[in-house]
Structures are given as structure tokens and as C-alpha cells.
């Protein structure tokens, strides 16, 4: 029985679990300019660690576990942490979100592993604005480790593309055209509001926006979706592949919203835009029981608010930078 339920009712059964907050990518809406200070390798939750506080997760309803970073294949041995999750019984579905430069190398290993569903981050195809987007010059490695994937044969792929007007609009229709072929998802992205990370309301490309784009030429066909899902999902008509919406500014999915966070460095975040956090790492490391932990989740569940506030009051406030929290 799911005993994840907040105060508002909602039943949660989806863990993000960050294992580093490291990156090898320079993204101005996750990483500050001025950059960040990585945490030391104690100040991170070990893989042991995780995978007690994951278990107690799953006991009480857990039945997803996305890995995330910073770039998750930047903690070595990541693929064994995933074995040691997978062997969790009741878990359903284990997922990991990446920016795909180091995937060529893991590909294979992950989905052994467990590893079913993946998310690749990739905000460009032109090699310049990729460099100009990320830091680095790195769009060829990506590609490489999407095509990896795709040969390694994932359950699910989903290319991840942060929509942002003035920067990135122009590709919309060329992320669709380049993918409508495949079995992948295009998945496109609203714009954040994180700290230090350049944003601004005018610079946020709505669903309706992107929608209308694609529409210009192509024909749309909305498809069924969990009650719980982040995202607005259409088949292409006449095409095997499928596009997605995450309208987390335009069109607010808080009333369903199944998500909870477990940080790097040991903090659980009921919710992205929430500044508060519950340190469990501590209380772990200081002899706490799985009842206890257990409490811990509980109370960070109950703390957990109905909605975010409106983009504005999430861009003023003291929130973490989003490669600090997970993304």
C-alpha cells in the first residue's frame, strides 16, 4: 500500500535520485556563469547509502527511481549503482537522465544494468550554438551517444530540449524533421526560472508557441498520458516518431504531481521550486533506522506545498541553482 500521500491528497510513487552535482557541460539555465562549488566526494550520498534510503522509498510506494545529476555518468561506477537498485523489489521502472557525452562508453552497460528509460539533454544540432549553449564542443559525442542507445535498444528515448526564445526557437521544426522518423521522443522544455540562470518571462517560448510552430507543418495527434504525466504528448501524423510539451510555466501540472527528490548530497526536496530541504544524510550516517527515515520522508511529504508560485516569485527566491538540486 502506497503510504506516500501529502496533504493535498496526492499519492506519490516517482524518486529522483541526483548522484552528483557534477558536469562536464556549462549550460547557463542550470549553472551559474560564476559556476558552483562541487561538493566534496563525502559530502555525497555513497552508493550503499542510496540504495537504504531508496529501499525505504520503495516500501512505501516508490515504484520509479530516475538517476540525474549534474551529469550522472560523471560518478564512477554509476552502472553498478543501478544493479543495486534494480534488484529493489517493487521497483517498476529504472530510468537516468544524461547529457549523453560520456553514453557511447555505457550505453550497453546501463541497459544490462536495468537501465530501460533514458532522457538525453540536447538544446541544439547546430555545432556552434551547441558550443555557445553548453561550453563546449561537444554536439558530435552526444550524437554518438544517442545513436549508442538506440542500438543498445532502451524501452523508451527521449531527447530533452530546453525551449528558449531568442536562443534556440528557430530549431523547433528542425528537432521534429530530424526525429520524426525514429521511435524517440522530442520532448520541449519551458524555460525555468533557477537561480542565477539568465531568466526572464519574455524569454519563455510557451507550449501554445512551440505547438503553433510545429503545427505550421505538421499534423498533431494527442495521445493518452499517465494523470500523472509532466508532459503534453502528440503522435506525428504520417511518422513513427512522437513530440512532447513540459509546460511547467504556461500550463502548471502541480495537482497531480507524483515527484519527489533525493539530492546528492542527502537532502530530500519535495518539490523543484520548494527552497526547503530535509537533511536525511546526517541522520543516516549518525545511526538513524529505517523507521526513522521512514518519518523523515513523511515529514518532508507533509511540507510539500499545493502548487509553485507564478514564474516570478520562483526566480526571486533563495532556491537552489538546478544542477545543485538534480535535474
Not at 309 to 319: F, G, K, L, M, V
Given at each position: 500500500?502506497?503510504?506516500?500521500?501529502?496533504?493535498?491528497?496526492?499519492e506519490h510513487t516517482y524518486l529522483r535520485i541526483s548522484v552528483t552535482d557534477k558536469c562536464n557541460l556549462r549550460c547557463f539555465y542550470c549553472m551559474p556563469k560564476e559556476g558552483i562549488v562541487w561538493k566534496r566526494r563525502e559530502e555525497l550520498l555513497e552508493f550503499e547509502e542510496i540504495f537504504r534510503i531508496a529501499k525505504v522509498f520503495v516500501e512505501r510506494g516508490i515504484d520509479k527511481i530516475r538517476l540525474t545529476g549534474g551529469e550522472p555518468l560523471m560518478r564512477r561506477d554509476l552502472p553498478s549503482l543501478a544493479r543495486m537498485l534494480k534488484s529493489l523489489g517493487g521497483l517498476k521502472t529504472l530510468a537516468m537522465t544524461t547529457n549523453a557525452t560520456l553514453l557511447a562508453d555505457y550505453a550497453d552497460e546501463l541497459k544490462a544494468a536495468g537501465v530501460s528509460h533514458l532522457n538525453?539533454?540536447?538544446?541544439?544540432?547546430?555545432?556552434?550554438?551547441?558550443?555557445?549553449?553548453?561550453?563546449?564542443?561537444?554536439?558530435?559525442?552526444?550524437?554518438?551517444?544517442?545513436?549508442?542507445?538506440?542500438?543498445?535498444?532502451?524501452?523508451?528515448?527521449?531527447?530533452?530540449v530546453v525551449a528558449i526564445a531568442g536562443v534556440n526557437e528557430d530549431e523547433i521544426l528542425d528537432f521534429v524533421d530530424q526525429f520524426k522518423n525514429t521511435e524517440m521522443n522530442v520532448r520541449f522544455i519551458e524555460f525555468m526560472p533557477f537561480r542565477d540562470n539568465e531568466w526572464q518571462i519574455d524569454r519563455v517560448l510557451t507550449y501554445k508557441e512551440m505547438r503553433d510552430k510545429i503545427e505550421q507543418r505538421f499534423e498533431l495527434v494527442p495521445l493518452a498520458a499517465e494523470p500523472s504525466s509532466v508532459a503534453k504528448d502528440f503522435a506525428l501524423k504520417g511518422y513513427t516518431g512522437t513530440v512532447s510539451f513540459v509546460t511547467s510555466m504556461s500550463e502548471s501540472f502541480c495537482s497531480t504531481c507524483n515527484r519527489l527528490r533525493l539530492t546528492a548530497d542527502g537532502s530530500i526536496k519535495s518539490c523543484l521550486f520548494f527552497p526547503a530541504e530535509i537533511n536525511i544524510k546526517d541522520r543516516v550516517r549518525s545511526g538513524a533506522t529505517d523507521q526513522e527515515i521512514a518519518e523523515m520522508i513523511s515529514y518532508a511529504l507533509l511540507r510539500k506545498p499545493e502548487a509553485h508560485?507564478?514564474?516570478?516569485?520562483?526566480?526571486?527566491?533563495?532556491?537552489r541553482t538546478m544542477i545543485e538540486i538534480g535535474g
Open positions: 500500500m502506497n503510504s506516500l500521500v501529502d496533504s493535498f491528497g496526492r538525453i539533454s540536447i538544446d541544439s544540432l547546430d555545432r556552434m550554438r551547441f558550443k555557445e549553449l553548453t561550453g563546449r564542443d561537444d554536439l558530435k559525442r552526444v550524437v554518438d551517444g544517442i545513436e549508442a542507445a538506440r542500438r543498445a535498444g532502451f524501452a523508451s528515448i527521449k531527447l530533452n508560485p507564478p514564474a516570478e516569485e520562483i526566480a526571486a527566491q533563495q532556491n
